[in-house]
């Protein structure tokens, strides 16, 4: 079993709508959790980190159920410039610095 | 220069070259990684360096070696690649705490690698 898995996607979706996506993870000792986001041809770049109590900014609302072992991210009124690439990241166990990444989600906004 | 910087950006090199990429990091961090990113497949994770120490190799084929002179600098040196080699590579960073806890990494542009 792969340590983080995503469904590729794409979401195409139109400019204003809603768009939620998950993201699980195979190691329940996994404590911290991230949602990355990647522009093609681009690096990685952090959209937000994802608390237990679930958490919002602006748009973008990730949410942590430790149960199922999944994430989630939610975006909102979604934008052209939302289309990218999101990366579901993980770290391996307690303390442990070192990230599993998912293969990513692909959205495309459509105007 | 802010953040994390890499070079070169694109390197297209034969299977019998020799060649290295450069990363340096500005933003005080004391870890340093290495990833590789092929097409449609997650990062793969080739090398950590944490207090300019090696600690993670991940079974990476010895024809990658990377180098740590110092907290800031993070190179990788190639040598006699394949072309299952061509890929995105990836240099972040990122602080460890005393506690063991982390921040988040921090990503440099990659370099394109190409091998013919």
């Known amino acids: 079993r792969k340590e983080v898995e995503q469904d590729p996607g794409p979401f195409n979706v139109p400019e204003g709508a809603t768009v939620a996506f998950n993201c699980t993870y195979s190691n329940s000792a996994s404590q911290s959790f991230f949602w990355y986001r990647q522009d093609c041809r681009k690096e990685p770049k952090l959209l937000m980190s994802v608390y237990s109590s679930g958490n919002e900014d602006g748009r973008f609302t990730a949410q942590l159920n430790r149960a199922s072992q999944y994430i989630s991210l939610l975006i909102r009124d979604s934008k052209l410039s939302d289309s990218a690439t999101y990366l579901c990241v993980v770290n391996r166990q307690v303390n442990d610095y070192k990230l599993s990444f998912g293969a990513g989600t692909t959205v495309t906004v459509r105007a | 220069e802010t953040g994390v910087t890499q070079t070169p950006r694109h390197l297209v090199m034969g299977m019998t070259n020799k060649k290295s990429l450069k990363c340096e990091q500005h933003l005080g961090h004391n870890a340093m990684y290495w990833y590789k990113q092929s097409a449609k497949k997650p990062l793969e994770l080739m090398f950590v360096?944490?207090?300019?120490?090696?600690?993670e190799n991940n079974s990476v084929p010895s024809r990658f070696s990377p180098e740590c002179p110092n907290s800031s600098h993070l190179f990788l040196h190639l040598h006699t690649l394949q072309p299952e080699d061509s890929a995105l590579y990836l240099c972040?960073?990122?602080?460890?705490?005393?506690?063991?806890?982390?921040?988040?990494?921090?990503f440099g542009p990659g370099t394109r690698l190409t091998v013919l």
């Open positions: 360096y944490s207090l300019e120490e090696r600690v």
């Open positions: 972040a960073s990122s602080q460890v705490l005393t506690s063991g806890k982390y921040n988040e990494q921090f």
